[in-house]
RNA sequence: GGGGGCUUGGCGGAAUUGGUAGACGCGCUGGACUUAAAAUCCAGUGACUUAUGUCGUGCGGGUUCGAUUCCCGCAGCCCCUACCA
C-alpha cells in the first residue's frame, strides 16, 4: 500500500469535531412546519455484544451514505442510532465471568460506540437511545398494561424447556441434543403460565397488508406469508365409539379425501391422550420418549414415525358404519390445527408412511385425470395432487375442487363439520424466565389474581444486587424484590419476575427515536406520525419473520391504544445488506467436547502453506465460510483498518465492488486500490488553487466557455451523464456502480488535464472535479470535506445540495452504431443520433466490410433499431 | 419435504432491463523514473490464432433478426423454513 500522502487520523478527527461543531446532523425534536421533505433512515440497531466487526461497518455505511445523499438531496433526515441492551449474552457473561450484565453491556456500548464514531457517521447523536435503560422501558411496561386493557396480552400454560440440573429455563439456542447446554442433563418439557401477545388476531390483516409493501423485497414478503401459513380447510368432527358424547375434532386441507380414512392420529399431549395416559403406564412412557424426542430431533426426516394404539375408535363421519383405529402419534403436532388428523393413507404421505407401518389398509380415493376409468396399479407413495374422486359414495367422479366444496356442505348439513380458515402462525409467548430483559408489569394476587402494576408505580427497574450463582432466575431468587403488597387489596402478593422476550424492545425503537427523550410518554404522537414509517429500513435478511412481523403487530397495536393514528406498516421500503462470511478456524476437538474457535487474526499460514495457530504453531480446522458472528469468532475486527488505512478507505472499499444485497467473502485485498484511489483525489485537489471569488454553488452546474475542443466537451458531457447515473445509484444502493462511474470519470478529467493546457479546458478540469468531490461525498465525506475547505473556504461540502445535471448535456449528438450480418457484428458506424432509419440503412450498407461480408449473400431483410443497432438478415442468394 | 436465490476472465463484479459482453477495480506482465526499492506514471491483460478471424456469460434445448437478459429441462452451490394434516 501507498505511503499515505496526507494524515488521515488527523484530518478525519478534525473533519468530525467541526461537524460537530455545526450541529450538521442533528434534528431538532419537534414538528416542522416548512415544506421541506423528511426521509427517515434507519439500520437495524445493533446488539452490544462486545466490538464492532466489518459486518456492522458495511451496514452502517450503506445506510449514512443515503442519509448524507438525502440531506443534501433537501430532505430533513433523521438517522439516529442506539443500542438493543438487553438479552442473553449480557447474563451468560455474568455466569461464566462474574461481570454484571449492566456492567457488561454498557461497557460494550461505550466500546461500540467510540468505534463506529471513527467512522464519520451522519448520526444524530443526541437522539442515541439504549433499550435497557428504565427511560426506556418504562414506556414499554405502560405499552404492555395498555395492551392488556385492549385484550391484545393474556396468560396460559405454555411448555419451556426446563433444564432440571440448573434449575432453569433454557432458550431454544440453550438446548443442543436434547441436552442443557452447560449442566449437559436431558432437557424436560415443563408447562409453565407465560404472557402472550395475540398476534393471531391481526393474522389476516399481516397477511393481507404485504400486498401493499411493494419496496420490501419479494422474499421477505414470502417468507411472511408462508409464516402466517394461511390455509382454507375443514374442521371434521369424529365421535368416539366407546363413549358416547365423547368426540375431538379434526382440521384438515383435504376433506375431499375423507373417504380413504383408515385411521387417526392424535398427539402426544392431545387432552384425550392424557386422559388415557393415567390409566395406561405403557401409554405415558410413549409420551414422555415421543417429548423428549422432539426436543432433540434436528433432523426430523430420518424420523420414523411411530404410534401408539389407543383402547377407543373413532366413528366415520361419513358412514357409522365404519370405526376406525385411533393412535397418540409423534407426528402429529398439538400447535397445529386441533392437534388430530385423520389420516389417508393413498394421498398423504406421512399418513402413507405410517399405514405401511402399522398395516394399515391404503384405500385410493383421488384418480389422476389422465387415468380414465382404468385400473389403477397399487401405490408406492402417497398421490398427492388434485384428480378425480374415486371409492367415495357420492363425491364419485367429481374433481378435487368441487368434491371439497360438496364434501364441506354435507358435513355442515350433518352437524359433523364446517370450512375452516387456520394460520400456522401461533401467538407470540414473550415471557421470559430471566434477568437481564424488561420486568413485566404485574402483581400476583392470590385474592385478585394477575393485576397491573399502577401506571404512577411504573418503572419496574431490575435490581442490580443479584446473585447468578444460585442458578434459575435470579429475579426469583432475590431475597426482597419481588415481594410487595397488591395494588387493589393491598394484602401481601408476588411480583412477576419474568421479563420480556427482547424481541419486545425491537418491536417499537424506531417510533422512540422520533422523540427520544421524552419522559411522560412512549413518542409524541403527532411528532412520530411526521416521520413514521421509516422511509427505508435497512437489515438483514434472518429478520425477515421475527422482528419484521412483531414491529408490523406493533404498529397496529399501538394504534388501537391511540399511541399512533393510521400508521399501520412500520417501514415502507426494506433491504436486506448481504452477509458478511469469512472461514472459521478452530483447535482440532476431541469427541463429545465443543469447538475451540479461533480468531482470524489469531491464526496464519505457515511456510508450507498450513493454517495454524500462529502463537503455539498448532494447525487448525478451517471450516466453511459462515456469516461473521461472535459465537463462531470469524469476525474481522475494523478499527485496526481504520487506523491503518482511514475511515473514508475502509468505508469506500467496503461498499466498492460487490452489490450491497449480495453475501460476500470477506478478503482485504483491493483496500489498497481503495486508497490509491483517495490519495489521487488529493493529489489533484493540492493543485487546485482556493477561489477567489467566493462563489456560491448551488445545485445547477455551471455553463461550460463556448467552443470547448472535442476532448473537453466529452468530458463535459460524462460529466452530466454521471451526476445522472450516481444520483440514481446512490439511492438505490448500487454503490459499486456509483463509485466506478465517478472513477471513469476521474480517468477522463486526468488524460484531459494531460492533454490539453488551454483555459477552457483546465476550467472543465476544475469544474468536473468539484462535482466528482461532490458525487462522491456521501462515500467519503471526510476527505472530501478537507479538499473543499481548500478549495472553496467558505463554504461546507455537507450544507452543499446536490448536483443536477443538465439532461440537454446528456443527450449525444453523435452515435456509434454496430452493424450487425445475421446476428454477428462486423463493422461500426458514426451517424449523427437523429439519422432516420433510411440514412443508417444506407450508410451501413455502403460500408466496405459490409459489402465484402454480403458478397454472394441476398439480404433479406434489416433491422434498424434508432439509435441502438442496425442488423442484416442475409442468407446466400441462389 | 416446501419456498427462494445464485452460477459472466486469475478474482470482485459491469452491461442503458431483449440490442457493441467483460465498464470500474483487484491481481498479474512489460516499460519509464531510481544506485536500488517504495511510490508514481505509461502500455498490455477472456480463450484460441501469425493475421483476416473463430469461440466465449454453468450444461442441453426453445422463442427471436438478435438472448448474460425471456421460456423449458438438467447440474452445482447457497439461504430460509420445516412432521403444517
Not at 500500500?1 to 455545526?22: I, N, R
Not at 412481523?549 to 388501537?560: H, W
Not at 469427541?591 to 479461533?598: A, D, E, H, V
Amino acid at each position: 500500500m501507498s505511503a499515505p500522502s496526507f494524515d488521515h487520523a488527523t484530518l478525519e478527527t478534525q473533519c468530525q469535531q467541526e461537524w460537530e461543531k455545526l450541529g450538521i446532523f442533528h434534528v431538532p425534536v419537534k414538528k416542522f412546519n416548512d415544506s421541506k421533505p423528511r426521509f427517515y433512515v434507519l439500520e437495524m440497531f445493533p446488539y452490544p455484544s462486545g466490538d464492532i466487526h466489518v459486518g456492522h461497518v458495511r451496514n452502517y455505511v450503506m445506510g449514512d451514505i443515503l442519509a448524507r445523499t438525502k440531506r443534501a438531496q433537501g430532505f430533513h433526515v433523521l438517522h439516529p442510532m442506539g443500542w438493543d441492551g438487553f438479552g442473553l449474552p449480557a447474563e451468560n457473561a455474568a455466569i461464566e465471568r462474574h461481570v454484571h450484565p449492566k456492567d457488561w453491556t454498557y461497557k460494550n456500548i461505550n466500546t461500540m460506540r467510540k468505534q463506529l464514531k471513527t467512522l464519520g457517521l451522519a448520526i444524530d447523536w443526541a437522539r442515541e437511545i439504549t433499550t435497557c435503560d428504565p427511560e426506556y422501558y418504562k414506556h414499554e411496561q405502560k405499552m404492555f398494561i395498555d395492551f392488556f386493557h385492549k385484550d391484545l396480552v393474556y396468560q396460559s400454560e405454555t411448555y419451556v424447556n426446563w433444564d432440571p440440573v440448573e434449575q432453569t429455563v433454557l432458550a431454544n439456542e440453550q438446548v443442543v441434543n436434547g441436552k442443557g447446554w452447560r449442566s449437559n442433563a436431558p432437557v424436560e418439557r415443563r408447562l409453565l403460565p407465560q404472557w402472550s401477545l395475540r398476534i393471531t388476531l391481526m393474522a389476516e390483516d399481516l397477511l393481507q397488508a404485504l400486498d401493499t409493501l411493494d419496496k420490501w423485497p419479494s422474499e421477505v414478503r414470502t417468507m411472511q406469508k408462508n409464516w402466517i401459513g394461511k390455509s382454507l380447510g375443514a374442521e371434521v368432527s369424529f365421535s368416539i365409539k366407546e363413549h358416547k358424547n365423547t368426540s375431538f375434532n379434526v382440521y384438515t386441507t383435504r376433506p375431499d379425501t375423507l373417504f380413504g380414512a383408515s385411521f387417526c392420529a392424535l398427539a402426544v399431549d392431545h387432552p384425550l391422550v392424557t386422559q388415557a395416559a393415567q390409566s395406561l403406564p405403557q401409554l405415558q412412557e410413549f409420551i414422555s420418549t415421543c417429548q423428549n424426542e422432539k426436543l432433540s430431533e434436528a433432523a426430523l426426516e430420518n424420523k420414523k414415525k411411530e404410534g401408539f394404539l389407543l383402547p377407543f375408535h373413532a366413528v366415520h363421519p361419513l358412514d357409522d358404519s365404519i370405526s376406525l383405529p385411533v393412535y397418540a402419534s409423534n407426528f402429529v403436532l398439538m400447535e397445529y390445527g386441533t392437534g388430530a388428523i385423520f389420516g389417508c393413507p393413498a394421498h398423504d404421505q406421512r399418513d402413507f408412511d405410517f399405514a405401511k407401518t402399522y398395516n394399515l389398509p391404503i384405500t385410493q380415493v383421488v384418480a389422476p385425470t389422465s387415468s380414465q376409468n382404468k385400473e389403477l396399479p397399487p401405490l408406492s407413495q402417497a398421490f398427492t395432487e388434485d384428480g378425480i374422486l374415486i371409492n367415495s359414495h357420492f363425491l364419485n367422479g367429481m374433481d378435487t375442487t368441487s368434491a371439497k366444496k360438496h364434501i364441506i356442505e354435507h358435513l355442515e348439513h350433518t352437524g359433523k363439520g364446517k370450512p375452516t380458515v387456520n394460520y400456522r402462525i401461533h401467538d407470540w409467548g414473550v415471557s421470559r424466565q430471566r434477568y437481564w430483559g424488561c420486568p413485566i408489569p404485574f402483581i400476583h394476587c392470590s385474592s385478585c389474581g394477575a393485576v397491573p402494576v399502577p401506571v404512577q408505580d411504573l418503572p419496574v427497574t431490575l435490581p442490580y444486587d443479584v446473585d447468578f450463582s444460585l442458578g434459575g432466575n435470579p429475579l426469583d431468587n432475590h431475597p426482597s424484590w419481588k415481594h410487595v403488597s397488591c395494588p387493589t387489596c393491598k394484602k401481601p402478593a408476588l411480583r412477576e419476575t419474568d421479563t420480556l422476550d427482547t424481541f419486545f424492545e425491537s418491536s417499537w425503537y424506531f417510533a422512540r427515536f422520533c422523540d427520544p427523550h421524552n419522559p411522560d410518554v412512549a413518542f409524541d404522537k403527532d411528532i412520530a406520525q411526521q416521520w413514521l414509517p421509516v422511509h427505508q429500513y435497512i437489515g438483514g435478511i434472518e429478520h425477515a419473520v421475527m422482528h419484521l412481523l412483531y414491529s408490523r403487530f406493533f404498529s397496529r397495536a399501538l394504534s388501537l391504544c391511540g399511541y399512533l393514528d393510521e400508521i399501520h406498516e412500520p417501514f415502507s421500503s426494506l433491504f436486506n445488506q448481504g452477509m458478511v462470511c469469512h472461514e472459521t478456524y478452530a483447535f482440532p476437538t476431541e469427541k463429545g467436547k465443543t469447538n475451540q474457535w479461533l480468531a482470524p487474526h489469531e491464526t496464519s499460514l505457515n511456510k508450507n502453506g498450513i493454517r495454524v495457530h500462529t502463537q503455539s504453531s498448532t494447525p487448525v480446522v478451517v471450516g466453511r465460510s459462515e456469516k461473521m458472528s461472535k459465537s463462531k469468532r470469524n469476525t474481522i475486527d475494523p478499527v485496526a483498518m481504520i487506523e491503518t488505512y482511514g475511515a473514508d478507505t475502509v468505508r469506500l472499499f467496503v461498499v466498492s465492488d460487490s452489490p450491497l444485497d449480495r453475501t460476500i467473502e470477506w478478503t482485504e485485498s483491493g483496500i489498497g486500490g481503495a486508497r490509491r484511489f483517495i490519495d489521487r483525489l488529493w493529489r489533484t485537489g493540492c493543485l487546485l488553487s482556493p477561489d477567489e471569488h467566493n462563489t456560491t454553488h448551488s445545485a445547477l452546474i455551471p455553463t461550460p466557455p463556448q467552443n470547448l475542443n472535442p476532448q473537453a466537451r466529452d468530458v463535459w458531457k460524462q460529466l452530466h451523464a454521471t451526476v445522472k447515473h450516481v444520483s440514481q445509484d446512490l439511492q438505490t444502493f448500487g454503490t459499486n456502480r456509483a463509485i466506478a462511474h465517478v472513477r471513469a470519470l476521474c480517468n477522463a478529467i486526468d488524460s484531459l488535464k494531460e492533454q490539453h493546457h488551454d483555459t477552457d479546458s483546465l476550467w472543465v478540469f476544475e469544474q468536473s472535479f468539484r462535482i466528482v468531490l461532490r458525487l462522491i461525498a456521501p462515500i467519503i465525506p471526510h476527505v472530501t470535506h478537507a479538499l473543499w475547505k481548500k478549495i472553496s473556504p467558505n463554504e461546507t461540502l455537507s450544507l452543499l445540495p446536490w448536483p443536477q445535471y443538465d439532461p440537454l448535456w446528456t443527450t449525444q449528438e453523435q452515435l456509434t452504431i454496430p452493424i450487425q450480418i445475421n446476428g454477428k457484428i462486423r463493422d461500426k458506424i458514426n451517424v449523427p443520433a437523429d439519422a432516420s432509419r433510411e440514412t443508417i440503412e444506407k450508410i451501413a450498407l455502403a460500408q466496405p466490410k459490409i459489402i465484402q461480408h454480403l458478397k454472394n449473400q441476398q439480404v433479406r431483410k434489416t433491422i434498424v433499431v434508432a439509435s441502438r443497432i442496425i442488423n442484416i438478415v442475409a442468407s446466400p442468394s441462389t
